[in-house]
């Protein structure tokens, strides 16, 4: 089915581990994120592409990193991982120039010990 | 800063009856606002939306309601099934580039 997949969709680290979560879409949608959900937060925004070949920060960029691959692929870099980046990590495209039509992956929980 | 905030975190209500959600926001320049609902496990789907210059926005059982001069808006499920318990959460773009800002999200629960 057309959409947003992300990959893994569970992960546990250690302090200090780094990890790479992937997400890739097949809509030919111009603008990826990748955003953070925790409890009685919401969801908040890490970082964002609005188009091939450009990355911005969000909301809470630091100990993040992204690489915009090519216009399907948005990946997320924890460098070190630390107990305060446990959350669900969720990535979504949208075509340019709009906030209509932002489609959802499923998640990727990350726990770090 | 949050810019949209949503101050009930749960609502419990009957099967049948109306669920009433709340949402505030802090940037009079926002100029339409969504609704998005999400199950466990899932991603955040897209429910229904609502422009600036409407104050009323309908979509079957759910309808979206805005007071700009309050910069309020409410989401009114009616009637209320089981299969509408999810988290929902309110959003606006905000910041440039078309990026959503999202509340922090009412949990809804409905009792058989």
Aim: net charge positive.
């Amino acid at each position: 089915n057309a959409g947003v997949t992300q990959t893994p969709k569970f992960q546990v680290l250690k302090t200090g581990q780094s990890m790479t979560l992937q997400c890739a879409q097949d809509m030919n949608h111009n603008s990826m994120y990748w955003y953070r959900q925790d409890p009685g937060m919401g969801l908040r925004l890490i970082y964002y592409s609005a188009s091939e070949g450009t990355t911005d920060k969000g909301e809470v960029p630091n100990g993040y990193n992204v690489s915009r691959l090519n216009k399907r692929e948005f990946s997320l870099r924890l460098e070190s991982a630390a107990p305060s980046q446990t959350s669900v990590y969720f990535c979504a495209s949208s075509a340019f120039g709009t906030s209509y039509g932002y489609t959802f992956g499923s998640g990727t929980r990350l726990t770090v010990v | 800063d949050q810019q949209v905030k949503q101050n009930s975190p749960s609502l419990s209500v009957q099967e049948g009856r109306i669920s009433i959600l709340n949402c505030d926001y802090t940037n009079s320049m926002f100029d339409y606002f969504l609704w998005y609902k999400k199950y466990p496990a899932e991603g955040p789907t897209f429910l229904i939306s609502i422009s600036s210059i409407k104050d009323k926005n309908e979509d079957g059982r759910f309808t979206v309601f805005l007071n700009k001069s309050a910069k309020h808006l409410s989401l009114h499920i009616v009637p209320s099934q089981p299969g509408d318990s999810a988290v929902y959460f309110c959003a606006a773009p905000g910041g440039g580039d078309y990026k959503l800002s999202f509340g922090a999200g009412t949990t809804v629960t409905v009792r058989a």
